[in-house]
Nanobody
Framework: QVQMVESGGGLVQAGGSLRLSCATG????????MGWYRQAPGKQREWVAA???????NYADSVRGRFTISKDNVEQSLYLQMKRLKPEDTAVYYC????????WGQGTQVTVSS
């Protein structure tokens, strides 16, 4: 059964940092590209970062150079280190495979104050 539990969000001032974690089950990390997504109020969910089964990473232009995605294949955990946060990074952050499984966790709220 596919499941995702995101954590690590919070309230931070602009310029600050947060590290998000996602514990997953039912997704084969060695076979799938994994990713972080986010959904800001009133907007559609968007892709933020991806890490392939082999460890190659890719980022949306809006976060490249500030966010770092990583994973632990054994623990089936995904991480997102976020630095130099901006108010426009405020959103609920989700992890999932790419393409997504169709099942979503509850997400973790990130709020960046100006």
């Amino acid at each position: 059964q596919v499941q995702m539990v995101e954590s690590g969000g919070g309230l931070v001032q602009a310029g600050g940092s947060l590290r998000l974690s996602c514990a997953t089950g039912g997704i084969a990390y060695k076979l799938n590209t994994m990713g972080w997504y986010r959904q800001a109020p009133g907007k559609q969910r968007e892709w933020v970062a991806a890490i392939s089964s082999g460890g190659a990473t890719n980022y949306a232009d809006s976060v490249r150079g500030r966010f770092t995605i990583s994973k632990d294949n054994v623990e089936q955990s995904l991480y997102l280190q976020m630095k130099r946060l901006k108010p426009e990074d405020t959103a609920v952050y989700y992890c999932n495979s790419i393409p997504d499984t169709g099942t979503w966790g509850q997400g973790t709220q990130v709020t960046v104050s100006s």
